[in-house]
């Protein structure tokens, strides 16, 4: 079996934080949101990252804390939203480059998964199969691709398992609050069906269960209730940011706090960061930041800014900003 992790997208919905950086290498809870993905693999199994040209030498870097891990990095040829590949057709994409003939684990580099991932890939038994999970919420399940859900044949072991009887991608009245998360695993026999489907619907990563099912394939459901995050919104990424964070405060590296500081619910302040006279509430600090007289609620502070003086509520803070009053 291979893993490829999709990272190719430009995220222009978490500009400015995504204007110079692959969303997946966001920092979520303590390390890159694509740190918890590879962690969670095991070891055995050779990564490949697509991403574009833009963010290649990122990756290059972020790789560099994985000496051990068999990562490589395949880079398609766009540099823009308006020309990108899509995540059908970078998998398309990736397959061919790389002449893959394995099964195949199909990773979404934006997502955060709070189950093993050893667990997900034990569940597989020859047929194409998804991770999905109870949304809870038909309003929130049109969002996302819905599963609905059939009782299959016991496996030999004797577990129970379900399948997919229908795929709705994004539909205006959802059959079941049940949504695929991104976090697949296709027979190498399907392979070419992800090729053909990809010259079609580039960018419809959904549509291929409907393709399978269509063509009489059936396609296994690993349910699961952990944590799951969809990281597409700053709504959603300061959401998975703040549950995953809890009410603790977690310093990377080295922290400098001066004065009289107050820390509310969950907060991450990276590497040398300074804050001095300052209230921060339920809000990430990346490294290099100075914080002086501030209250700073709900917020993305990026690399390197200098705030002072400032009360900001909900806002993504540029890289290298200076702010003050």
Not at 244 to 265: A, P, S
Request: proline letters at 4%.
């Amino acid at each position: 079996m291979k893993c490829i992790i999709l990272a190719g997208g430009f995220a222009t919905r978490l500009w400015p934080l995504t204007e110079n950086k692959a969303k997946p290498l966001l920092h979520l809870w303590d390390k890159p949101i694509i740190s918890h993905i590879v962690e969670g693999l095991p070891r055995d199994i050779p990564i490949i990252i697509g991403t574009n040209a833009v963010f290649e030498d990122d990756f290059k870097k972020w790789m560099s804390n994985y000496p051990e891990r068999a990562i490589e990095i395949v880079i398609e040829d766009s540099k823009g939203d308006e020309v990108k590949k899509g995540a059908l057709g970078g998998t398309s994409f990736i397959i061919q480059e790389k002449n893959i003939n394995d099964d195949l684990l199909l990773i979404a580099g934006d997502n955060y998964f709070g189950f093993q991932m050893s667990d997900f890939i034990n569940a597989y038994n020859g047929n194409p199969i998804l991770a999905a999970y109870d949304i809870g919420d038909f309003n929130a399940a049109k969002k996302f691709g819905v599963v609905v859900t059939k009782v299959a044949p016991a496996l030999p072991s004797g577990r129970p398992r379900m399948q997919v009887s229908e795929f709705q991608e994004k539909p205006q009245f959802p059959k079941s609050t049940l949504v695929s998360t991104g976090c697949y695993i296709f027979p190498k026999d399907n392979l070419k069906d992800i090729i053909e489907y990809a010259t079609q619907k580039k960018d419809n990563l959904g549509g291929i269960f409907e393709y399978l099912l269509q063509k009489g394939n059936q396609v296994d459901v690993y349910s699961f209730r952990e944590k799951w995050f969809d990281i597409g919104s700053f709504d959603g990424y300061l959401n998975a940011n703040k549950v995953l964070l809890g009410n603790k405060i977690i310093e990377k590296g080295t922290v400098t706090k001066q004065g009289q500081n107050k820390f509310i619910g969950g907060v991450f302040l990276g590497d040398n960061v300074t804050v001095t006279n300052s209230v921060i509430h339920d809000s990430v600090v990346l490294s290099g930041c100075r914080i002086e007289n501030c209250v700073i609620r709900n917020c993305i502070v990026d690399e390197n800014c200098t705030l002072k003086n400032i009360d900001l509520s909900h806002k993504m803070v540029r890289q290298g900003s200076v702010i003050h009053k």
